[in-house]
Each structure stands twice: as C-alpha cells, then as structure tokens.
C-alpha cells in the first residue's frame, strides 16, 4: 500500500519543499509519485508507487473534506494552516512542523502521561513530531541551521540520552550533528530570501525521508545534486 506525504504550506514553499522532497526520497531508493492539488485526498493503492508525494496549499486544503479514516504516514506544515481544524493531520503519522511559524508549532500534540501509579508523572507525545527551522533546535529530534566559523550547517538535534536512561538527577545534554555547510545546497545563490526558502525546503525533505526510514547519506548527496529540485520565486 503506498505511503501518502502531505506538505500543507501556503505559496511560498510548497512546490519547493515538493520538488526537493521527491528527489530525496527517489535518490533514497523509494519510488515516488508527485500528486498536486488534487480535488479529494488521494488513496492508498495496492500496487504503484512507494510513496506518494501530495503537496496542497493552505488554500486547498481548507477546501477539501477529510475522511476520518484519512490517515498519512506523514505531514509537513510549513508556514500556513489558515482555518484549519487539524482533520487534514489525520491520528498517528508523523508530524514535521515549522517551530518558527506560531501558528504551525501550536499543532504539536500535548504530551499525556505514560501510565499509571508511580511512572504516571512521565510524559509522551502521542505521535511523533519533529520541528524543522531557519535556527538552532533545542529539542532532541528537531532539524535546523547553525552558524560556525564563519559557515553556515544544516543539523540535527541529538540527545546523549537517547535510548538510554539516566538518573534523575542526571541532566541530558543535547548534541548538534552537522549535516552538511547550507551553502553547498543545489540552488545556492546570494539572495537571502532565496537562501532561507532552500534551507527549510531541505530541511524539510530531510525529516521526511528519515521519519519514513529512508537513508541519510543518498538524501544529503542528493541535496548537492541540481536534478530534481525546483526553485521558489517566493519569500520564505
């Protein structure tokens, strides 16, 4: 059954964010259809392509009826959600979610106790959701863009305790890995605004490639690559 990856964004980085995503999935291995602004959410099929890429603008989206059992494997909301009521979410696929855009990171899910009696005082997502954004990230999971030495890298957030547990007393310590410079991005030019729609727009495919299981090291090789990117005339 093919997988379904919704970016939700307003104009400005959808068909960017589109574009640099099913190129990294398809460098990953995985073969992938672009689906664009379709009339009604596209449906799972038994055979076909492994990934369906469908990207719809905020616009679209408030539009469309959503199915209760419409459930993606993941959705990306970068800088819109007008007056969405989160149906367009679905329950359990993964979330990567611009943390600059207020409105956007609002839609993370409130983490719920993890059980009951003793243990009850741990908190967990009920889903999982990664933040992606043009700053450093502060939480383990969350992807952005860092500044040093005069070069600008794109990151992930790495907790030292990941899968491992620690004392209470004990505080976790949060580690940035260096993906690779942003300037080495296919598309790089001189305007800023430009450059900022390129970062989030990797960033972005980044997430979702890896939330699907799909490999790191062909996605950032594919991000060197000018095949299958699509530029943004659009601010970020």
Known sequence: MSQVVLIVASTRLLEQAAGVTSALLSRAGRTVTCVRGEAAPPAPEQTGPDIVVWSLSDEEASHLTWSPDWNPSAVAVLDAVGSQDGSFLGTSGALILRRDVEAVAALAPAAVPAGRGPRQAVKV????????????????????????????????????????????????ELHLQRLMPSQALSGWTDDSQQQAATVLSALTALTLGSVLGCPLAPMLHALRDARGSTKASEAA
């Open 125 to 172: 997502a009920p889903r999982v959701a990664v933040g992606v954004g043009l700053g450093a990230p502060t939480r383990s999971g969350d992807w952005g863009e860092v500044t040093e030495g005069g070069m600008r890298w794109l990151v992930r957030a790495i907790s030292d305790d990941d899968g491992l547990r620690k004392r209470k007393d004990e505080a976790s």
